[in-house]
């Protein structure tokens, strides 16, 4: 089975609250079996336009575990805790571990 990874790239608006989002979606990946490839470390651009300020890249054991963590409700609270404190772009891909 092809594994699930969810790629995000967030743009910090309020660093205060955002840290409540990182708590609340911290407990919503361990729930879910994430694994934390990438977290908000530091991002070179190599070819095009984008250059985010950050970055996250999760995998998950497939497509279907990557989609019930980001439409659980642990991930929904977290979610309500960005509303101010962040602007979110995310994808789910499948790949292979």
Known sequence: MAAGFIIAYVDVTDPQQ???????????????GAEVLVRG?????????????????LK????????????????RAARKAREHAARMNMIVVEGVA
Request: aromatic share 12%; hydrophobic share 40%.
């Open 18 to 32: 955002y840290e409540e989002y990182k708590v609340l979606s911290s407990k919503a990946m361990q729930l879910h």
């Open 41 to 57: 470390g530091k991002a070179e651009n190599l070819e095009g336009e984008w250059s985010p300020t950050r970055v996250v890249v």
């Open 60 to 75: 998950f054991p497939s497509v279907e575990a990557a989609k019930a963590f980001h439409d659980g409700e642990a991930y």
